[in-house]
């Protein structure tokens, strides 16, 4: 488990904006389909986890209740044993007492540490699961502009194959390779603004994504959690 725990630790931990950073490097959104790849299949193995864990927890806790409430049961015995002059049943009594109590607390400290365990396996599952969400939105968002980009490449391409055909000294040839030129720059102007929007809205999600998780993590430190669900 403790190893599992390590990967989504970084997982979650993992720089988005360097990520894109990467991928923009690269023109490629492998490094991105990658980070979904791994955070997909430990999030699979963590949520298992978890359901393990948690009927681990409410195992003890029922353990922990039956022998608290037998001890408590054999306590009130013993006053009754006394009261009717029975020392030696109350002593044996006083000793079953004694074991139910260990075997009470016992429960109580592994029921304590499970469950402690087991709310920050479910905070690092809704961590993770917020953080492969805003991955994959950038990962569409990302792509579009690497397409945007390829397509803006082959305008260049094109616009540079038609120097030639300016330069031939024919004048029909040469508007025509100008109002193919006026209509590739008219189309790459327009691939700029879209790409533009695109970046822009790519910060503001990973800004607001960023927000989310911060007044998620507030929310959970005062205790509102349960109220904004509800």
């Known amino acids: 488990m403790a190893s599992l725990i390590d ?13 894109v950073d990467k991928a923009l490097e690269s023109n490629s959104v492998a490094v991105m389909d990658e980070y979904i790849r791994q955070a997909e299949d430990n999030l699979e193995k963590l949520e ?35 009261l009717q002059g029975k020392k030696e049943l109350a002593a044996a009594a006083q000793s079953r007492l004694n074991s139910s109590q260990r075997i009470a607390a016992d429960y109580q400290g592994q029921w304590a540490e499970q469950q402690k365990q087991y709310e920050q396996l479910r905070s690092n599952q809704r961590k993770l699961e917020t953080k492969l ?18 397509s803006k490449e082959v305008s260049v391409k094109a616009i540079k194959s038609l120097d030639d055909l300016v330069g031939v000294g024919d004048a029909d040839i040469a ?41 998620a993590e507030r929310m959970r430190r005062l205790g509102l959690q349960d109220e904004a669900a509800g």
């Open 7 to 19: 990967k989504v630790q970084t997982l979650i931990s993992a720089n988005l904006h360097a990520m």
């Open 48 to 82: 298992d986890t978890v359901v393990t864990v948690g009927g681990t927890v409410k195992t003890l806790k029922r353990k922990w209740e039956q022998h608290q409430a037998e001890a408590e049961k054999i306590d009130r015995s013993i006053d009754t044993l006394l």
């Open 133 to 150: 969400t805003t991955i994959r939105q950038e990962r569409e968002h990302l792509q579009a502009l690497l397409e945007l980009a390829k």
């Open 175 to 215: 508007r025509i390779g100008e109002s193919i030129r006026a209509r590739l720059d008219r189309a790459s102007a327009q691939s700029e603004m879209y790409a533009g929007r695109l970046e822009a809205q790519m910060d503001e999600v990973l800004e607001k994504s960023e927000i989310d998780i911060q007044l």
